[in-house]
């Protein structure tokens, strides 16, 4: 007989970001926080934030999803709140998935955008926000509850797993993946076991959804009337077909396991990693580069062979005087050329080489720029491996018009390298947030976060030839729309408003114009004011709140970014342009 267990993770994104935010470092960063505090994950719609998930902390406050963050803050002024990553979640899902091949080596996932048991489809959009607060986990364990000593046993296993992992997780176990969904998720308990006999039973007291069937569908059975699994099957099935066609039907025989149910099965690849052992310490660089640059080509043959690409390397030099010194090569778009991936290599082993120098150890490695490196030995091997691959596809390319891709490419390289020499930490960029307040209209992010959540500059620049190559569309940059042009911005903004002493004319309208200007005790005339802009403040946040900006030009040919608030007439220094 057929065993499929379920592991229904009612709140996945919550439990993943909390996960996250256990990391000793995010704890560090955030100050320290109650793990049991309400969270919500939110999405912006047009201009308004709102609710996309809620954790069950949250909801006990009233909290729901669809609800706008603002109206949630104020119900619970404790709430946290973090932006909603579905690609970040169905990354973490997959990864999930092949952790628990431990269990069983035949294992699939679906985090709601697609329906497994229903051929594939994606599910519809009324469904789509129940569907984005769970996750389900299917593991085909038919035979496996000899390795574990009994099925009682093997979900025990799992159920610990998933509390070690802080994972609030529903698990059952039936002949059909339906069945084991429908118990699992609309289950009084966790752990049940249900064999064959008993299926058609077990599942006559659930609610219609747990079937996995689309909302419009049980709405229309609600008003039937219709509530429960053993209220529908007990129906003809000539009427069901004639009022709801043949997907409920399919989904009831799937459930009671007339027909087989297709399910993404997860494949399991092996992974991707190349190393050469030296009999002896190898302390020429040069020597290692040439091993280094052979590795790569295995490894390049290899993803070629998959048709995937290198998105992340990690690099090991074993040496005699203790554990390898690793690094860890980001890369924004996946590769498997030798030729962009041997430069990056050879910066991390230079990286390598400069945290262990020390001016009197072992043999000297000479780099090409005749500056030495020292280590008390050679290393005694090299190990390159490849975590993390994706699937690449073909681009075509332009004959005519501007190389946008060839230079797109050139800046991701460069950001490699430097993530590389600086850290993932010391290389941001700024994306723009709804917010008219200057300092709250951006926001800052590390570019090697951008690399595994957004498609690399170079791949969009592609993307956007081809568009404009197959719609005809003229190639030029239009303007956003909008009151205010970047060329009325700053480009140095300061982190926070410093206070200045400012003369008016007239001296005493209060509303005057700025003459001069006295900052950190440098007195400066004014050559030309452009202005005034107002910015209104926040309502939430009480009065003196409304600014009016001003772009300073002084004699000496600086050009500030001032602002007066209305309501005290106190001037700040925000910005300068260089």
Not at 213 to 230: P, R, S, V, Y
Not at 281 to 303: D, F, G, H, K, N
Not at 470 to 486: E, N
């Amino acid at each position: 007989m057929r065993h499929m267990m379920c592991v229904h993770l009612r709140q996945w994104p919550i439990d993943r970001l909390l996960r996250q935010w256990r990391k000793p470092a995010v704890v560090r960063r955030a100050g320290g926080f109650a793990m049991d505090a309400p969270v919500v994950l939110v999405e912006t719609v047009g201009s308004r934030q709102m609710v996309a998930v809620a954790s069950t902390e949250a909801e006990s406050h009233g909290i729901r999803a669809g609800m706008p963050l603002a109206e949630a803050r104020a119900i619970c002024p404790a709430l946290r709140d973090a932006p909603c990553d579905p690609q970040r979640d169905r990354r973490a899902l997959e990864a999930l998935g092949r952790w628990m091949m431990r269990f069983s080596p035949t294992v699939a996932v679906d985090d709601g955008t697609t329906n497994p048991a229903a051929d594939g489809h994606r599910a519809p959009a009324s469904a789509a926000p129940a569907a984005r607060q769970t996750a389900v986990v299917f593991l085909d364990v038919t035979g496996c509850e000899r390795l574990f000593r009994g099925l009682a046993n093997l979900t025990a296993r799992v159920d610990l797993a998933m509390r070690m992992l802080g994972l609030r997780a529903s698990i059952a176990t039936a002949p059909t993946a339906g069945a084991a969904y429908a118990l699992a998720s609309c289950g009084k308990t966790s752990g049940v076991i249900v064999g064959a006999p008993q299926l058609r039973e077990a599942l006559v007291p659930l609610p219609v959804e747990s079937l996995r069937i689309d909302a419009d569908t049980a709405a229309m059975l609600h008003q039937l009337g219709i509530h429960t699994a053993g209220r529908l099957f007990s129906m003809p099935r000539d009427q069901l077909v004639a009022r709801f066609g043949q997907p409920l039907i399919r989904r009831i025989d799937q459930v009671l396991g007339r027909i087989d149910e297709p399910l993404p099965w997860l494949v399991w690849e092996s992974s991707v990693q190349a190393a050469a052992d030296f009999d002896a310490p190898l302390a020429s660089l040069e020597a290692i580069w040439t091993v280094t640059r052979r590795l790569l080509e295995q490894i390049a043959a290899e993803l070629r062979r998959r048709g995937r690409g290198a998105k992340l390397l990690k690099l090991e030099l074993c040496h005699a005087d203790g554990p390898p010194l690793r690094k860890n090569v980001s890369l924004a778009a996946a590769s498997r050329d030798p030729d962009r991936l041997f430069p990056l290599l050879r910066c991390a082993i230079d990286s390598i080489l400069e945290d262990i120098a020390r001016p009197s150890a072992g043999p000297n490695f000479t780099r090409c720029d005749g500056t030495e490196r020292s280590t008390r030995d050679g290393f005694t091997g090299i190990h390159i491996s490849v975590p993390v691959i994706e699937k690449m596809g073909n681009r075509q390319m332009l004959l005519t018009g501007r190389d946008e891709y060839g230079a797109a490419a050139e800046l991701d390289q460069l950001l490699e390298k430097l993530v590389l020499r600086l850290g993932d930490d010391a290389v941001v960029h700024v994306r723009p947030v709804e917010s008219h307040i200057p300092e709250k209209a951006y926001a800052m992010h590390s570019v090697r976060h951008g690399w595994q959540t957004h498609t690399s500059a170079a791949a969009t620049a592609a993307d956007a030839q081809a568009s404009s190559a197959t719609t005809g569309a003229p190639d030029v940059l239009l303007p956003a729309p909008g009151p205010a042009r970047w060329e009325s911005r700053p480009l140095c903004l300061l982190p926070r408003p410093d206070e200045i002493c400012v003369m008016v004319s007239p001296s005493h309208d209060r509303d005057g114009r700025p003459v001069a200007i006295t900052h950190r005790g440098t007195f400066r005339r004014v050559a030309c004011a452009i202005g005034p802009e107002r910015i209104a403040g926040q309502w939430w946040e009480g009065h003196n709140r409304t600014r009016d900006y001003f772009i300073v030009e002084t004699e000496d040919g600086l050009r500030w970014w001032l602002f007066r608030v209305r309501e005290t007439g106190r001037w700040y220094m925000h910005g300068q342009f260089c």
